[in-house]
């Protein structure tokens, strides 16, 4: 189990909410603040794609290993992330999502190098994702995160509108 302890971040000043303090904490797939930050994750998505596509299992409390979220100072939850161990015991990054107000301060970053932490800790040579072509915004952020595009896998072999990319740890 990766280290539960809460991660203080320093979040940069210049964007749109810019936490003076960010907190990361393990948190259950299920909670009440997990649950309406993967709802408003589910709404943008089903916009951008006219309903959901999403092809596969969809992540449960069962299948997801670990899952964070980001705070800030005053407790509000900011996003999300987690990891789904698949195939090979690498790290498949599930439900990563930013609220709109609270994107450009730097939180996506914070939960990526928190999920990377936790890939590592289980074990994980490399993370994976899916994402779909849609979403620009995504894609950029990962790529210039260090992913890399890669062919589709497991649920998504085939699915049209999705795109893979992978990042070794």
Known sequence: MPDASPSTTSAPT??????????????????????????????????AYGGDTEPGE???????????????????????????LVQDGIAEVKR??????????????????RLEEAAIDLGSPALVLETGDEQKRAIGFYEREGFRRIAQF????????????????
């Open 14 to 47: 210049d964007g749109p909410i810019a936490p003076r303090r960010l907190v990361i904490d393990v948190e259950h797939f299920d909670s009440p603040d997990a649950q309406r930050l993967r709802a408003a994750q589910r709404l943008e998505i089903d916009r």
């Open 58 to 84: 969809k992540p449960t409390a069962d299948s997801i290993a670990v899952f964070f979220l980001a705070r800030d100072e005053d407790g509000t939850p900011l996003g999300c992330g987690g990891l789904r």
């Open 96 to 113: 990563m999502y930013v609220r709109p107000e609270s994107r450009g301060a730097g939180v996506s970053s914070a939960i990526l190098r």
């Open 154 to 169: 497991g649920p998504y072999v085939g699915a049209a509108r999705s795109m893979c990319y992978s990042k070794v740890l």
